[in-house]
Antibody, heavy 124, light 107 residues
Framework: EVQLVESGGGLVQPGGSLRLSCATS????????MDWVRQAPGKGLEWLGR??????????EYAASVKGRFTISRDDSKNSLYLQMNSLKTEDTAVYYC???????????????WGQGTLVTVSS | DIQLTQSPSFLSASVGDRVTITCRAS??????LAWYQQKPGKAPKLLIY???TLQSGVPSRFSGSGSGTEFTLTISSLQPEDFATYYC?????????FGGGTKVEIK
């Protein structure tokens, strides 16, 4: 059974930093691209970014709203995905989801498994 | 960036109704569109990918169609468990983007 479990959310002050983790199991983590998606309270879904797999040199993509502030990384030896968030703003308050990308092609660049999400609150 | 506009944003329907949700892209995205269902307090769930392919385990009352810039999600006979919010997502180019959502509520 595929499982994605996020952790690391919580309350942080504006300008602060937080690191989210996503522990995975039930599939070959190293084969897959992995993304982060967030959802502000009562709002829609926002894609944040992607880390590709080893074959594709672990390269990353980011949404403009977080580029330069957020960093996505992975540790294939631990089957884990990370989101380092710096210079946090109140508008970063959201539930953050770790998601698995079905395949490395555009045909398969959708999210077939989601974690349960972790809440990040940015407030003074 | 590719903008996705869903309509309607809110829909009130009865059990057994046929429901259609539209997603329009600001530029052509071939067939690279997915649909998700989200219930309150839960993570989204993949329903359909590449516009019309049903994800494994998803009931056949759900169907998708379209290509280019206009897409639809149809629920042929609405069931109580289908009351939720539905999102489209383009998987054609970066940044990946979602529609604003359509909330389906009980009439």
């Amino acid at each position: 059974e595929v499982q994605l479990v996020e952790s690391g959310g919580g309350l942080v002050q504006p300008g602060g930093s937080l690191r989210l983790s996503c522990a995975t199991s039930g599939f070959t983590f190293s084969d897959h691209y992995m993304d982060w998606v967030r959802q502000a309270p009562g709002k829609g879904l926002e894609w944040l970014g992607r880390t590709r797999n080893k074959i594709n040199s672990y390269t990353t993509e980011y949404a403009a709203s977080v580029k330069g502030r957020f960093t996505i990384s992975r540790d294939d030896s631990k089957n884990s995905l990370y989101l380092q968030m710096n210079s946090l703003k109140t508008e970063d308050t959201a539930v953050y989801y770790c998601v698995r990308v079905w395949s490395s092609t555009w045909y398969g660049s959708y999210f077939d498994y989601w974690g349960q999400g972790t809440l990040v609150t940015v407030s003074s | 960036d590719i903008q996705l506009t869903q309509s309607p944003s809110f829909l009130s329907a009865s059990v057994g109704d046929r429901v259609t949700i539209t997603c329009r892209a600001s530029q052509g995205i071939s067939s690279y569109l997915a649909w998700y269902q989200q219930k309150p307090g839960k993570a989204p769930k993949l329903l359909i990918y590449v516009a019309a392919t049903l994800q494994s385990g998803v009931p056949s009352r759900f169907s998708g169609s379209g290509s280019g810039t206009e897409f639809t999600l149809t629920i042929s006979s609405l069931q109580p468990e289908d009351f939720a919010t539905y999102y489209c997502q383009q998987h054609n180019s970066y940044p990946l983007t979602f529609g604003g959502g359509t909330k389906v509520e009980i009439k």
